[in-house]
C-alpha cells in the first residue's frame, strides 16, 4: 500500500465519525448593507499557498485592480445567502510531521489548503465578524486562557502567562507542581457540532455597515 493512500485511509477514518451531526444553521436575515468593499479585498489579499484552482495569490494580487469589483461582488453575495461556493471548500491535504523522524499516518497533521479566494473570505469574516465578538464573549464562554486564534494571542504570550503565574506561586509556596497535557490530536478529532453551537453563542452581528 502507497504511502498516499495510508494517509488518506487514516485521515477519511478520522474526518467522520459515526456520531457526526450536522451543524445546526444560523437563522439570520441579511441586508444589503452587509458587503465587501474593495479596499478591505484589498487589505485581506496576502500572500498564500495555492490551492486546488491553481490560482496562485502573486496572480490575484498583481491583477487586484483589474479583478476587484467581481470579487467584491461574489464576496458580497456569498455572504448575504449564507452560502461558500462548493469550488471555494474543494482543498488539498498536505501532512505535515508532528515529529523529527515521522513513521506512522498519526505523526503527520493534515493541513487542507483552500482556493486564495476563499481564504480571502475567511479573513474578511474573522476580521469583521469573529473578532470582535470574541471581545465580549458571553458568560458561558471565556477566552481569557485562550491564546490561539486571537488577535493579539500566541506562544509567547502563553509562555508569559505561564512564567509569570509559577513566578507568582513560587513567591509565597516553597514548590509548586505544573502539569502539561499533550493536545496534539485535538484538532484533528474536534466535534463540529459542539463547536458550531459554541460559536452560535457568540455575538456575531447579521450586518456590517461599511
Known sequence: MSRFKLLNDHYASI????????????????????????????DTLRAMATGLDDIPAWFLQLAAPVFAAPFVQLFSQSIRSGIVPTQWKTAIIKPIPKVANPTEPVHFTPISVTPVLSRTLE????????????????????????????????????????????????????????????????????????????????????????
Open 123 to 210: 479573513r474578511h469574516i474573522i476580521k469583521m465578524y469573529v473578532y470582535p465578538a470574541l471581545l465580549l464573549p458571553p458568560a458561558q464562554l471565556q477566552f481569557y486562557n485562550q491564546y490561539t486564534f486571537r488577535p493579539t494571542g500566541s506562544t509567547t504570550a502563553a509562555l508569559v502567562a505561564i512564567f509569570h503565574t509559577i513566578y507568582s506561586m513560587l513567591s509565597a509556596n516553597p514548590y509548586i507542581r505544573v502539569i502539561a497535557l499533550d493536545f496534539s490530536k485535538t484538532f484533528e478529532t474536534v466535534w463540529h457540532f459542539t463547536l458550531m453551537e459554541k460559536i452560535s453563542h457568540l455575538a456575531l452581528p447579521d450586518e456590517v455597515y461599511n
Open 15 to 42: 474526518c467522520t465519525g459515526s456520531l457526526y451531526r450536522c451543524p445546526l444553521c444560523k437563522l439570520t436575515a441579511v441586508g444589503d448593507s452587509c458587503q465587501v468593499t474593495e479596499y478591505r479585498l484589498f
